[in-house]
Each structure stands twice: as C-alpha cells, then as structure tokens.
C-alpha cells in the first residue's frame, strides 16, 4: 500500500504564498521555492467516474471504504509542443477503514485486467516526466 500526502489551497498568484497554506507538511515542502515565479508547463486532461464500494480488511473484518477512480485523458505539454501522454488508470483510495481493504479491490482487477500495471506515478509526476523527456 502506497500512501502520499495530498494538499490543496487555492493561490492567488504566480508565486507560492507560504502564508496561504493551511497543511504544515505544504508549507515545509515549499520553502525551498517561496520567492520563485510558478510556470505552467503541462496540463493534465482527464475524464474521470468515481464509485464508493464498501470494503472487509482482509486481516481485520473491519470495513471500510475506498474510492474507485476511472481516469481517461492525455497529459499535454504546452504548444508549441505536441508532445503528450496517454492516462488510463484506475486509482484506488482508503477513504476510511484499515488500509489494506483496498487489497481485495486490487485483486479483483488484476483477476479481470491480469495485464493491468500497479504503479505510484501521480499524473503531476507523469508530466513532469514528460516535459523533462522533451524540453529543449
């Protein structure tokens, strides 16, 4: 089980303001980057259909629930580029209960898509990569 922390705060600016942030962790991991000027340098289209499904922890009983996530879309970068990359993924999170109660969910995919890949890569991760693999 992968966990990864999450922020969201909406900004005003171009620049990150530590004084808009409400999670300690955010504020921490923009320090470093507090006086730079933001830059869009990809954007993610993303078509995405969630389902809750009630869950039993496997090693516990307990349930609990977990987000079932379909994203259909492409991460582009900015023109003039063309550059872009295909997502199509099903992500899979604990919204409340033990974390392994997304282990049978998983099973269940991999049962039905046994080509399916698990990856960690968040799409902002993936852009990143993309936009290091073409930049010029």
């Given at each position: 089980v992968?966990v990864?922390g999450e922020?969201?705060?909406?900004?005003?600016?171009?620049?990150?303001?530590?004084n808009?942030?409400?999670?300690?962790?955010?504020?921490?991991?923009?320090?470093?980057?507090?006086?730079?000027?933001?830059?869009?340098?990809?954007?993610?289209?993303?078509?995405?259909?969630?389902?809750?499904?009630?869950?039993?922890?496997?090693?516990?009983?307990k349930?609990?629930?977990?987000?079932?996530?379909?994203d259909?879309?492409?991460?582009?970068?900015?023109?003039?580029?063309?550059?872009h990359?295909?997502?199509?993924?099903?992500?899979?999170?604990?919204?409340s209960g033990?974390?392994?109660?997304?282990?049978?969910?998983?099973?269940k995919?991999?049962?039905?898509?046994?080509?399916?890949?698990?990856?960690?890569?968040?799409?902002?991760?993936?852009?990143?990569?993309?936009?290091?693999?073409?930049?010029?």
């Amino acid at each position: 089980v992968m966990v990864r922390g999450e922020f969201k705060d909406m900004v005003k600016t171009q620049r990150p303001d530590i004084n808009s942030l409400s999670a300690k962790a955010a504020i921490n991991a923009i320090k470093s980057i507090k006086n730079s000027e933001l830059k869009n340098i990809f954007t993610a289209a993303v078509e995405r259909r969630i389902l809750m499904v009630a869950v039993k922890s496997p090693s516990t009983g307990k349930k609990g629930m977990v987000e079932v996530a379909f994203d259909i879309g492409n991460i582009f970068l900015l023109p003039p580029s063309t550059a872009h990359v295909p997502i199509s993924e099903i992500e899979l999170e604990v919204k409340s209960g033990p974390d392994d109660v997304i282990e049978p969910l998983r099973a269940k995919i991999l049962k039905i898509a046994p080509n399916a890949k698990v990856h960690t890569k968040a799409k902002s991760d993936q852009g990143v990569a993309l936009y290091l693999r073409y930049r010029h």
